[in-house]
């Protein structure tokens, strides 16, 4: 057993975007890793339910989301032409490649002249994308020969120009944000059109495809100079085009889904008592009558606000299912899986150390990553008449075996307003009880994020 130092970080593994098939015979997921380039690879793998085993998809290293087109086949963005490539100097174009999950290489499937972020199949050939749009770039798509050449060589000596109208201004992670939002579009593969679903000015901060896969549910908001943080849920008719308010932006939705044809449930809170720090409560909109109804108070966490520094990529935590939501939240420390029926009680489905990091349901059960009893991530299922959960993967398991991994020591008081803070002991490698060891101190103060019983570097 040796000491771990942070050059270990490199050999850390990630899992992400989790989803079973369509019939649930097997789920796909990423796993990230750290090349030698200062960047991450992102592979697909494949979990056969029936057999339990695990084997990888995809060898390219660029694979970061899927989607599953049906039980066999998966629908993959990546960049494997060097045609698309040059391309992409001048335009926003996103090539997808479907893959057959018993063998045999990836063939290009439909290319979308947008920088796709996410898609959903609906009928009738037409795939629901959203996209990052800037609305400070310049549009070629109607330019050519000289003109565009001139345009594109404006742009590149202009390229250190920042035109700043906006606040917010700037993220961590993502620079500039000036006139840049989130769209929605509908791509169809037949005629290769693109329609606008969201103007240039909206912010789309997430989106369901009806059971049906007739109707767009979106919630979001328009800002022109000062960003809001109230958002509206917005109903769109794919076979008409009709865009229909359901809520106008009087609440901050954190996510939302279709609980059925005629009803959608969402998390969301009207700020008021503890401004952005609010937690939310959950409510249901009918869609026929835009009837807004209370479902459940809730005073926790909705998703996994729990800092973690070794995780990449995100996944499913808010899904409704069988006529019920799940959802991941904390309580306390704890990442859960929670379960809200259609009559607003709220049940722990997966409670213990660690927590839930993003999950799936479907025909053969509830399937998740998480980072449990202070291990690494890895691939979870759960079933309560087979005993609970069952680990996976190892993918992490070197950790473990050859390197001193401290146990957290949970520790707590009572602060002088009444308020219990939690905290943790890491002892050192090799500790001895009778010596003494300098302390460091790691504080957060929330109220939003926080530190939890699980693995942190």
Same mark, same amino acid.
């Given at each position: 057993?040796?000491?771990?130092?942070?050059?270990?970080f490199?050999?850390?593994r990630?899992?992400?975007d989790l989803?079973?098939?369509?019939?649930?015979s097997?789920?796909?997921f990423?796993?990230?890793?750290i090349?030698e380039?200062?960047d991450?690879d992102?592979?697909?793998?494949?979990?056969e339910?029936?057999t339990?085993?695990?084997k990888?998809l995809t060898?390219m290293?660029?694979?970061?989301?899927?989607?599953?087109q049906?039980?066999?086949?998966?629908?993959?963005?990546s960049?494997?032409?060097?045609?698309? @490539?040059?391309?992409m100097?001048?335009m926003?174009?996103?090539?997808?490649?479907?893959?057959h999950?018993k063998?045999?290489?990836?063939?290009e499937? /439909?290319?979308?002249p947008l920088k796709?972020?996410?898609?959903l199949l609906?009928?009738?050939?037409?795939?629901?994308?959203?996209?990052a749009?800037?609305?400070n770039?310049?549009?070629?798509s109607?330019?050519?020969?000289?003109e565009?050449e001139r345009?594109?060589k404006?742009?590149r000596?202009e390229?250190?120009?920042?035109?700043?109208?906006e606040?917010?201004?700037?993220?961590n992670?993502?620079?500039?944000?000036? @006139?840049?939002?989130?769209?929605?579009y509908? /791509?169809?593969?037949?005629?290769?059109?693109?329609?606008?679903?969201t103007g240039?000015?909206?912010?789309?901060?997430?989106?369901?495809?009806?059971?049906? @896969?007739?109707?767009?549910?979106?919630?979001?908001?328009?800002?022109e100079h000062?960003e809001?943080?109230?958002?509206?849920l917005y109903?769109y008719?794919?076979?008409?085009?009709?865009?229909?308010t359901?809520?106008?932006?009087?609440?901050?939705?954190?996510q939302?889904?279709f609980?059925?044809?005629?009803?959608?449930?969402f998390a969301?809170?009207d700020?008021?008592?503890?401004?952005?720090?609010?937690?939310?409560w959950f409510?249901?909109v009918d869609i026929l009558s835009g009837?807004?109804?209370l479902?459940?108070k809730?005073?926790?966490n909705?998703?996994n606000?729990v800092?973690g520094d070794?995780?990449?990529?995100?996944?499913?935590?808010?899904?409704?299912?069988?006529?019920?939501?799940y /959802?991941?939240?904390?309580?306390?420390y704890t990442g859960?899986?929670?379960?809200l029926?259609?009559?607003?009680n709220i049940?722990r489905?997966?409670?213990e150390d660690g927590?839930v990091d993003?999950?799936d349901i479907?025909q053969?059960g509830?399937?998740?990553?998480?980072?449990?009893g202070?291990?690494?991530?890895?691939?979870?299922t759960?079933s309560?008449?087979?005993?609970?959960?069952?680990?996976?993967?190892?993918?992490n398991?070197a950790?473990?075996?050859?390197y001193?991994?401290?146990q957290?020591?949970?520790i707590?008081?009572?602060?002088s307003?009444?308020f219990?803070?939690?905290g943790?002991?890491?002892?050192?490698?090799e500790?001895d009880?009778?010596?003494?060891?300098?302390?460091?101190?790691?504080?957060?103060g929330?109220?939003?994020?926080? /530190?939890?019983?699980?693995?942190?570097q």
């Amino acid at each position: 057993m040796e000491k771990l130092y942070l050059e270990q970080f490199k050999s850390y593994r990630s899992l992400s975007d989790l989803k079973w098939s369509p019939d649930g015979s097997y789920a796909a997921f990423i796993i990230n890793s750290i090349n030698e380039d200062n960047d991450y690879d992102a592979n697909i793998y494949l979990y056969e339910s029936a057999t339990g085993s695990v084997k990888r998809l995809t060898a390219m290293g660029k694979e970061k989301s899927f989607l599953w087109q049906d039980n066999e086949t998966i629908l993959f963005p990546s960049m494997r032409s060097e045609k698309y @490539k040059k391309q992409m100097e001048n335009m926003d174009v996103t090539v997808f490649y479907r893959i057959h999950i018993k063998g045999g290489e990836a063939e290009e499937a /439909f290319v979308i002249p947008l920088k796709v972020k996410n898609i959903l199949l609906a009928s009738g050939g037409n795939i629901v994308v959203s996209a990052a749009f800037e609305g400070n770039k310049m549009d070629l798509s109607n330019l050519s020969g000289e003109e565009k050449e001139r345009v594109i060589k404006t742009a590149r000596e202009e390229k250190d120009v920042q035109v700043v109208d906006e606040m917010p201004w700037w993220a961590n992670g993502s620079g500039f944000t000036n @006139k840049k939002r989130t769209r929605l579009y509908i /791509f169809n593969t037949e005629t290769k059109t693109v329609t606008p679903v969201t103007g240039p000015l909206y912010q789309v901060n997430g989106f369901r495809l009806s059971p049906c @896969k007739g109707y767009i549910m979106y919630h979001g908001f328009q800002f022109e100079h000062t960003e809001t943080k109230m958002t509206g849920l917005y109903l769109y008719n794919i076979a008409t085009g009709e865009n229909r308010t359901l809520l106008v932006p009087n609440y901050a939705i954190v996510q939302a889904d279709f609980l059925n044809e005629s009803t959608i449930v969402f998390a969301g809170t009207d700020q008021k008592a503890y401004g952005l720090y609010t937690n939310p409560w959950f409510y249901t909109v009918d869609i026929l009558s835009g009837k807004l109804t209370l479902l459940a108070k809730y005073d926790c966490n909705v998703c996994n606000i729990v800092l973690g520094d070794c995780r990449l990529g995100g996944g499913t935590t808010f899904k409704a299912y069988g006529g019920s939501l799940y /959802f991941t939240g904390v309580v306390k420390y704890t990442g859960c899986l929670n379960r809200l029926s259609a009559d607003g009680n709220i049940t722990r489905v997966i409670e213990e150390d660690g927590g839930v990091d993003c999950f799936d349901i479907g025909q053969s059960g509830i399937i998740y990553i998480g980072m449990m009893g202070q291990r690494l991530q890895e691939l979870y299922t759960f079933s309560t008449e087979k005993g609970g959960k069952k680990r996976i993967t190892s993918i992490n398991e070197a950790v473990y075996t050859n390197y001193y991994v401290a146990q957290p020591e949970h520790i707590s008081f009572v602060e002088s307003d009444g308020f219990t803070i939690d905290g943790w002991v890491l002892y050192p490698f090799e500790y001895d009880p009778q010596k003494k060891y300098p302390v460091i101190l790691c504080i957060h103060g929330g109220p939003q994020r926080g /530190f939890r019983h699980c693995f942190f570097q």
